[in-house]
């Protein structure tokens, strides 16, 4: 039977051939600290598997953040508070999103503001967070519909995946929400689609505009019943203005 250094050698080769290559360094750096001997069991394991942990989250993290897009954004959900340039109403909502409770539940929100508000930012902070523990996608609307109207037509079963793929989703945020008309049923039908079965499935939604609701209609060839749908189906939870000083 290995012993002592022999043995080391092994589990710190078995530990990196099981791709564990964080937990093997941390095994070899404790063995030769001093007081290794002394060190209760429970904590030696706690520091090897928690060497482990903190890499694959990261990565795991990391990956989420790649395939939201959102990768490299220094969106920080803590700098989103009221100040003498800007200001969140109803006051504390952005404090009260951050918890990502709203995700857990399959909450909408809706952000509304001016151009250069602080939208886009607020949205892809809340993103940020919730990659820690979700699945997250970015999209900006009018492209997303676009490109899924125009993959309905050329490959339907291709369409069929992408969408199931975005329904399912934990978190969608669709930026520059109805920023242009849309001019094609099918886009108007698509984007109630999309909300529709987020919102059977529990799947929350973000949508940022600068366009409050009430001009939704103009948006979408003035189809009015349309847009009290979307309208309500946006708004059902949550509601953020965010107003410039």
């Not at 001997?37 to 694959?56: F, N, P, S, W």
């Not at 504390?92 to 929100?109: I, R």
């Not at 399912?168 to 529709?196: G, Q």
Request: aromatic share 8%.
């Amino acid at each position: 039977m290995l012993t002592g250094k022999e043995l080391l050698e092994s589990l710190v080769d078995n530990l990196n051939e099981l791709g564990m290559p964080n937990m093997a360094a941390t095994l070899d750096d404790v063995y030769h600290k001093p007081g290794f001997l002394e060190k209760d069991h429970l904590t030696l394991i706690a520091e090897l598997v928690g060497a482990e942990y903190k890499d694959k989250i990261s990565k795991r993290i990391n990956n989420r953040l790649k395939f939201a897009k959102l990768i490299g954004s220094p969106a920080e959900i803590d700098k989103c508070v009221n100040t003498e340039h800007r200001e969140y109403q109803p006051s504390g909502l952005p404090e009260v999103l951050s918890s990502m409770d709203f995700v857990a539940k399959g909450f909408n929100v809706c952000i509304l503001g001016a151009s250069d508000s602080g939208k886009t930012y607020l949205a892809k902070a809340i993103g940020i967070r919730a990659c820690e523990s979700f699945r997250v996608g970015y999209f900006h609307c009018g492209d997303i519909l676009e490109q899924y109207a125009s993959l309905k037509k050329a490959d339907f079963v291709k369409y069929e995946k992408k969408f199931k793929g975005l329904i399912n989703l934990d978190l969608v945020i669709l930026d520059d929400f109805l920023l242009h008309t849309l001019s094609e049923e099918n886009e108007i039908k698509l984007l109630f689609s999309i909300l529709e079965e987020r919102i059977q499935k529990q799947k929350s939604t973000i949508v940022c505009s600068q366009r409050n609701p009430e001009s939704w209609t103009a948006m979408i060839m003035n189809d009015e019943i349309s847009a009290n749908a979307i309208a309500k189906r946006v708004t059902k939870h949550y509601t953020v203005m965010i107003k410039t000083k």
